[in-house]
């Protein structure tokens, strides 16, 4: 069974750092794109980030570029979000999200994790 | 980047009803199209992709239409178990979502 289960979530002043995790199972890791997805009431669903198999080529959203930096352990099978100098609408509910083909990015997010709340605030 | 409009933002209909959500982009994006289904307190679930290919194991009352701007997602026979919100998302370009629409039983 594909499985996802992000982890890291949890309460940080504004400013500060955090770093999200996304164990993934039942599939060839290596062989996908991996995406960060968030999703607060007011702002609804906003992909984040996206990184291929390899790990090169990540892409941001305009809202994150130069604060969040996306990885990936293929080794581990594990996906990250380092995210820094966080702000309060950085506030939301973060998905990890498999692409659906193995043929490079496709931005079908195919299976989702559970969710990580990330909640900015002093 | 690319705007999707989902309408109506929520809906009421009875089991059984053939309920029907449009989502317009905000320029051609082919059928780079995607439909996902949320249950409350759950991630979302993929159920339609690239306009109108059913995802595996999802019912068949669920169907997608449409191309270039202008699209459609069906449920053909409302079930209770279609309560949820439903969003497009266009991934021809770096992914936008629509805002949304709360389906709920009458």
């Known amino acids: 069974e594909v499985q996802l289960v992000e982890s890291g979530g949890g309460l940080v002043q504004p400013g500060g750092s955090l770093r999200l995790s996304c164990a993934a199972s039942?599939?060839?890791?290596?062989?996908?794109?991996m995406n960060w997805v968030r999703q607060t009431p007011e702002r609804g669903l906003e992909w984040v980030s996206e990184i291929s198999g390899s790990g090169l080529s990540p892409y941001y959203a305009d809202s994150v570029k130069g604060r969040f930096t996306i990885s990936r352990d293929n080794s581990k099978n594990t996906l990250y979000l380092q995210m820094n100098s966080l702000r309060a609408d950085d506030t939301a509910v973060y998905y990890c999200a498999k692409d659906r083909y193995t043929s490079g990015w496709s931005g079908v997010l195919h299976i989702w994790g559970q969710g990580t709340m990330v909640t900015v605030s002093s | 980047d690319i705007q999707m409009t989902q309408s109506p933002s929520s809906l009421s209909a009875s089991v059984g009803d053939r309920v029907t959500i449009t989502c317009q982009a905000s320029q051609d994006i082919s059928d780079d199209l995607n439909w996902y289904q949320q249950k409350p307190g759950k991630a979302p679930r993929l159920l339609i992709y690239d306009a109108s290919n059913l995802e595996s194991g999802v019912p068949s009352r669920f169907t997608g239409s449409g191309s270039g701007t202008d699209f459609t997602f069906t449920i053909s026979s409302l079930q209770p178990e279609d309560v949820a919100t439903y969003y497009c998302q266009q991934n021809d370009n770096i992914p936008t979502f629509g805002g949304g629409t709360k389906v709920e039983i009458k």
């Open positions: 039942g599939f060839t890791f290596s062989s996908y794109a």
